[in-house]
């Protein structure tokens, strides 16, 4: 059979591997018969897992793995050290043609090396951002870079701004997306060296919808698209963000079992509550991907459960669908060609 998306998962990254990883897969090709999946991995450990599932077997491979790449080794040169590791056997699938995409909740310096050195930039890329999208009070948002470019310069964010749009047009389906620039207030004479150079290139952007600079008070009201910013900042956003969330969580649980009434009023409304809470949960839209690659690359929490696992699967058949490598390159390809962007 003919797949519409084959994708490469590493098997043996994050902290719930391998069990969850392979549920997701499980998940997934149980709910598309039109996909495929190939594990990287321990033979032995992988297959384990699968044995507690019913499944089509022919929509699931393993691929049999000597090697791990942990989180507290150099990145680059576990990348080049470690060629049977289930990431980067994963990653050369994709660079080979075998796969469309590959998913990992391993090392996000050695997803991020790995994506970059093994899979490569697309024509006209000169930088791959890592772009999660971000639960908002009106929907998403794309925060673009959050950390794979901390010494990135303003005309890197200018393509972080038209991937990070072309994305959310083609992917998420949001026409004509809005596009902001983080900085420490909405006048345009503020920020540093980076964003002040950026602005008037941004504003200057045929193609893409900029409204100007965004406050990080205001990310979470959800009124811009696609957040640019470079890694530093973003990810500084990014962990705030998941903290404070957790944080809310917890207090909020404190207060209902804090009494009596408290405790009858917290049963009363937890379908409610948990309706709300899903819409903030940022795993249910999949991984960030590493935009501007020639493959799709996507990076899952460590700790990513099934379910995140799953929603990353979905989010690659999705960016399969879209063409979203193929119009990046349409549309960055010429300006390359043109001279028209600076290394």
């Known amino acids: 059979m003919d797949y519409s998306t084959v994708i490469a998962?590493?098997?043996m990254g994050g902290d719930n591997a391998p069990g969850e990883i392979v549920k997701g897969a499980v998940d997934a090709v149980n709910e598309r018969n039109d996909i495929r999946i190939q594990l990287y991995g321990d033979k032995d450990s992988v297959?384990?897992?699968l044995q507690k599932y019913?499944?089509?077997a022919e929509q699931i491979a393993v691929i049999h793995t000597t090697e791990e790449i942990s989180c507290d080794e150099s990145p680059a040169a576990a990348i080049k050290k470690k060629k049977d590791s289930s990431l980067v056997r994963a990653l050369r699938a994709v660079k080979d043609g075998e796969c469309d995409a590959v998913i990992s909740a391993g090392?996000?310096?050695?997803?991020l090396v790995g994506g970059q050195v093994i899979v490569g930039k697309c024509k006209g890329v000169k930088r791959a951002p890592l772009a999660p999208v971000m639960p908002t009070e009106k929907g998403i948002s794309l925060l673009i870079d959050c950390g794979a470019n901390v010494d990135a310069r303003p005309e890197h964010l200018v393509q972080f701004a038209q991937m990070g749009s072309i994305y959310m047009e083609h992917v998420m389906g949001i026409p004509n997306p809005k596009v902001a620039i983080v900085n420490i207030g909405a006048e345009?004479?503020?920020?540093?060296?980076?964003?002040?150079?950026?602005?008037?290139?941004?504003?200057?952007?045929?193609?893409?919808n900029f409204v100007g600079s965004i406050e990080a008070r205001d990310i979470p009201k959800g009124d811009v698209d696609v957040i640019v910013t470079e890694a530093f900042v973003g990810n500084v956003i990014l962990k705030l963000e998941e903290g404070l969330a957790k944080t809310m969580m917890t207090i909020v649980k404190r207060g209902m079992m804090s009494s009596l009434m408290g405790k009858i009023g917290g049963l009363l409304a937890k379908p409610s509550l948990k309706r709300t809470l899903k819409t903030f949960d940022a795993s249910e839209h999949g991984g960030a991907p590493l935009l501007g690659l020639k493959g799709l690359v996507v990076k899952i929490h460590g700790s990513s459960t099934a379910k995140e696992t799953r929603n990353a699967i979905m989010q690659c058949v999705s960016?399969?669908?879209?063409?979203?490598?193929?119009?990046?390159?349409?549309y960055l390809a010429p300006a390359q060609d043109a001279g028209q962007i600076a290394e």
């Open 9 to 11: 998962l590493d098997a």
């Open 47 to 49: 297959e384990a897992e």
């Open 54 to 56: 019913t499944y089509h």
């Open 107 to 111: 090392s996000s310096g050695a997803v």
């Open 188 to 208: 345009e004479a503020k920020g540093n060296a980076l964003v002040k150079e950026t602005y008037p290139l941004l504003k200057e952007c045929k193609g893409i």
């Open 319 to 330: 960016f399969k669908e879209a063409r979203i490598n193929e119009r990046i390159m349409e």
